[in-house]
């Protein structure tokens, strides 16, 4: 590993939480069990909603010998901590591991940590995925170091109940002509919502911020890996928009993953929430923890400001030092195969990344009873046309959340103003990332 990489990683884990750290200590470590009878044990970590329990049990119905011991984290920036804090101390990591979009450029740095899955037939893989997507996971030497699992097409969470509460059209269609447009658009109804209704349009500036950059062209970092903040006309611009709209009382000013226990998803705190795929999963799940169900009123509508945009997306790949590199790639291949994409989306509400797995969901308009009866597969087939993924650099999850999260969270709480937080990001930014 060389220097630059080991001080990224350990400054990566010096700012999370204390909470990470600790799921650092006691996560699984990489192929520890072996009977005596030569059956194994594959740890897997994972973060988030993966959908992948059922999964885990049918894999090893059919394959006898073979104990799937699963650990998951509760955020990607968690699960970032996690693996940073194994890969410096040279030890601890999963046989398999979920690696996110946001911290895959850090990852890159010290690629080798892991084994280059050309080495177990992926090569014969890589028309399955979307070119893009299998581009990603390939370092600089041609290496090839994750199995893509789906990415992350985005459209708009709403509350129904809600908007019929503020005099707005509430079925899905008339949403998404209602929404249909750019920021200003959007922002300009989140308006009128708040003035009728004295509450919030949007949860927290945070993720609406994170997905006004995904959708740029180029976000915190250029296409050739530099840093594209400062001197950003673009961002700036989109950043005050964003920060009018918070001023405004746009914003709920919640915590981002916690919601109130999920309870602001139940009480009306808020109307609108910014949706990628996987963030279905998170949507039911908040709404469960706090009390609600599908009568709680959420829908899904096939908008998004601005036009496409991807948010995330993971891979699942295998360390150098797993002690069962074959059995764990047949794994991780197995889950990643188009059949089992469209049992994970299912289950978590994600989106392939496989071509045959989105035909399938483009073509199946099965209703979703959590989301109001929204075809949520068909709709983010439909979302996921003309999304490219954005270059991400060795930072770039550290500079949302460690720097624009905070800058962002003092705006909502109005203890700043927008420029007042931009210019705290910019300091956070320099004393961070530099």
Known sequence: MNTRARTRILAAAATASVGALALAGCAATGGDAEGADGDITLTVTTFGTFGYDDL???????????????????????????????????????????????????????????????????????GDWVDWKYGQATDAEGRVIGYGTDIGPSGICYNGAA???????????????????????????????TAKTGKAWYDHSGFVWNAMVNQLEEGYYSADGE????????????FELLGAATEGGQS????????????????GTFATFVCPGWMLGVVQGQVEAGGGDAETGWDFADVFPGGAANWGGAFLSIPESSRYKEEAAALADWLTQPEQQVKQSAAAGNFPSTVEA???????????????DAPTG????????????QFKGADDSVIQENVFGPALSGLDRGETDTQGAWDEAISLLNELVG
């Open 252 to 267: 709920a000013a919640q915590t981002a993953w916690d919601w109130n226990g999920g309870k602001s998803f139940v009480d």
């Open 227 to 238: 840093l594209n903040v400062e001197d950003n006309a673009e961002l700036k611009e989109r």
């Open 378 to 389: 068909a709709i983010l087939a439909e979302r996921a046309k003309g999304v490219v993924a």
């Open 163 to 193: 908007f019929e509460a503020a005099g707005l059209p509430s079925d899905r269609e008339s949403v998404a002509q209602l929404l249909d447009g750019d920021w200003e658009n959007y922002f300009a109804v989140g308006a009128d919502y």
């Open 358 to 372: 989105q035909e399938t969901l483009a073509s199946d308009a099965t209703p979703n009873a959590f989301f109001n």
């Open 56 to 126: 885990y049990a049918e894999y090893e119905e059919a394959n006898p010998g073979i104990t799937i011991e699963a650990t998951n984290i509760d955020t990607g920036g968690n699960a970032r901590t996690d693996a940073f804090t194994k890969i410096a101390a040279g030890s601890g990591l999963s046989d398999v591991v979920a690696i996110e979009e946001g911290w895959l450029g850090a990852i890159m740095d010290v690629s080798d940590t892991f084994v280059d899955l050309r080495d177990y037939g992926i090569e014969d893989r890589k």
